[in-house]
């Protein structure tokens, strides 16, 4: 970002000014949105805990992370922080929610499903995967995650509908890592095109969509 580019940034987002009021409405919407999700989840503290952590991201909180949510939300910190980050539960029967709505929403015969790997720029060492790799969100080799996203196309519209994390060769031998972040055994290092043959929703979404594509730099 050049220094002119930054000034005037900062300029917008300083009078930049939004009336709370002005999302009373989206928010209700999010919350009706939001029920299909909890109710897949499959215990009653998940359906509890998701609800929590999602009043605090919606909340007015200037810094949303675990312990500040469980403070607004009345709950102990460790609370929220095993169900973000330890506690086993599937996510497969989210997304085979959010498929069944975008079926129903933008579902058309000329669909297409599209494979295409993004980066993530870091600054740590201890996110799972990162490394000191391409990242096209850059242009260059940096410290950074890449992924494997899987998203639907019609002419209604798009969404996103899966993602898989690409795992580093350095990473997948490192037991210790591994242990530490709770990587599980069947992720082993792979090609980042090897991500898009291991989605489960496709078959679902192959209804509506007859053609796939993939970015050119999926090898």
């Given at each position: 970002?050049?220094?002119a580019?930054a000034q005037?940034q900062?300029?917008l987002?300083?009078?930049?000014?939004?009336?709370p009021?002005?999302?009373?409405?989206?928010?209700?919407?999010?919350?009706d949105?939001?029920?299909?999700y909890?109710?897949?989840?499959?215990?009653?503290?998940?359906?509890?805990?998701?609800?929590?952590y999602?009043?605090?991201?919606?909340?007015?909180?200037?810094r949303?992370n675990?312990?500040d949510?469980a403070?607004?939300?009345?709950?102990?910190?460790l609370?929220l922080?095993e169900?973000?980050?330890?506690?086993s539960?599937?996510?497969?029967p989210?997304?085979?929610?959010?498929v069944?709505?975008v079926?129903d929403?933008?579902?058309a015969p000329?669909g297409?499903?599209?494979?295409?790997p993004?980066?993530?720029p870091?600054?740590g060492?201890?996110s799972?995967g990162?490394?000191r790799?391409?990242c096209?969100?850059?242009?260059k080799?940096?410290?950074c995650?890449?992924?494997?996203?899987?998203?639907y196309?019609s002419?209604?519209?798009h969404?996103?509908?899966d993602?898989r994390?690409?795992?580093?060769?350095?990473?997948?031998?490192d037991?210790?890592?591994r242990?530490?972040?709770?990587?599980?055994?069947?992720v082993?290092?792979?090609?980042p095109?090897a991500?898009?043959g291991?989605?489960?929703?496709?078959v679902q979404?192959?209804?509506v969509?007859?053609?796939?594509?993939?970015?050119?730099c999926l090898?």
């Amino acid at each position: 970002m050049t220094p002119a580019w930054a000034q005037r940034q900062e300029a917008l987002l300083h009078d930049c000014v939004v009336a709370p009021d002005v999302f009373k409405h989206m928010v209700e919407r999010l919350r009706d949105f939001v029920v299909p999700y909890q109710r897949a989840l499959e215990t009653a503290a998940g359906k509890r805990n998701v609800y929590r952590y999602l009043q605090g991201l919606l909340s007015h909180l200037p810094r949303k992370n675990a312990e500040d949510i469980a403070t607004f939300v009345d709950v102990e910190r460790l609370v929220l922080q095993e169900f973000i980050g330890t506690a086993s539960w599937h996510y497969q029967p989210l997304v085979t929610v959010l498929v069944g709505q975008v079926v129903d929403r933008l579902g058309a015969p000329d669909g297409i499903i599209a494979f295409d790997p993004s980066s993530f720029p870091k600054r740590g060492t201890h996110s799972v995967g990162v490394k000191r790799q391409w990242c096209g969100h850059r242009g260059k080799v940096d410290n950074c995650q890449v992924g494997v996203y899987m998203g639907y196309v019609s002419g209604g519209d798009h969404a996103l509908l899966d993602f898989r994390l690409y795992l580093p060769e350095e990473w997948a031998r490192d037991a210790h890592k591994r242990q530490e972040c709770h990587v599980p055994e069947e992720v082993q290092h792979g090609p980042p095109g090897a991500n898009a043959g291991k989605f489960t929703v496709s078959v679902q979404v192959g209804a509506v969509g007859r053609h796939y594509t993939s970015s050119c730099c999926l090898s």
